[in-house]
Nanobody
Framework: QVQLVESGGGLVQPGGSLRLSCAASGIIFSVYDMGWYRQAPGKQREWVAGITSSRATRYADSVKGRFTISRDNAKNTVYLQMNSLKPEDTAVYSC?????????WGQGTQVTVSS
């Protein structure tokens, strides 16, 4: 019923770019805060970027200046534009929808940065 589906992951060379999408259904998308997280093998899941229902944005220090989060409420979709990618960005990227009462996770999409 509630679904978050990520897409856009893949293999890219260092310095390259990738755009991730997360399409939501089963929620009133416009009232949810949205976020992107990532998890590399052997590491904890970490928060990457967030955008509130009022479109305020925040970024982890490790991606600030390189990544941009945005949302299109008409399409029920949140995006993560990733530029100047580094090997250490390699991870499974997942999106999350939050309000004061509930949260939902997508299944994730693999991003691999390698030459």
């Amino acid at each position: 019923q509630v679904q978050l589906v990520e897409s856009g992951g893949g293999l890219v060379q260092p310095g390259g770019s990738l755009r991730l999408s997360c399409a939501a259904s089963g929620i009133i998308f416009s009232v949810y805060d949205m976020g992107w997280y990532r998890q590399a093998p052997g590491k904890q899941r970490e928060w990457v970027a967030g955008i509130t229902s009022s479109r305020a944005t925040r970024y982890a220090d490790s991606v600030k200046g390189r990544f941009t989060i945005s949302r299109d409420n008409a399409k029920n979709t949140v995006y993560l534009q990733m530029n100047s990618l580094k090997p250490e960005d390699t991870a499974v990227y997942s999106c999350k929808a939050d309000n004061r009462y509930s949260s939902y996770w997508g299944q994730g999409t693999q991003v691999t940065v390698s030459s």
